[in-house]
């Protein structure tokens, strides 16, 4: 299984994920709040996750069309509800409910 490590406002969380899982599913199972407030469809951005280290795999149409929205991100910042974990990875959460005190949004679906 791929090891994951996510950097949180309040530190570094080590965790495995299955191999094929979406990104945001690992984080919050992992009990990461991170943000995901369209439900994982690539449509508000809150899921951001900046990758320190690892192949996140190709950017699809969906994600990439919906980061050029975006103006100032840098070249390492993905959606992670449009990553399929299949390496490991070390990333950095953006956005957790905690930090901004919302509603994380509802949990995306697998698919």
Known sequence: MPKIEAETASGTVAFEAPAG??????????????????GGNARCTT?????????????R????????MESELADNVRLSC?????????????N?????GMDAGPRPLED
């Open 61 to 68: 149409e969906l994600e990439r069309d919906r980061l050029a």
């Open 21 to 38: 899982n979406k990104l945001v599913l690992a984080i919050e199972d992992a009990g990461i709040d991170i943000l995901h407030r369209c």
């Open 96 to 100: 957790q409910a905690s930090v901004r």
């Open 82 to 94: 449009q990553i399929r974990v299949n390496d490991d990875l070390r990333v950095r959460v953006i």
């Open 47 to 59: 899921c951001r996750v900046e990758i320190l280290a690892g192949d996140p795999g190709e950017m």
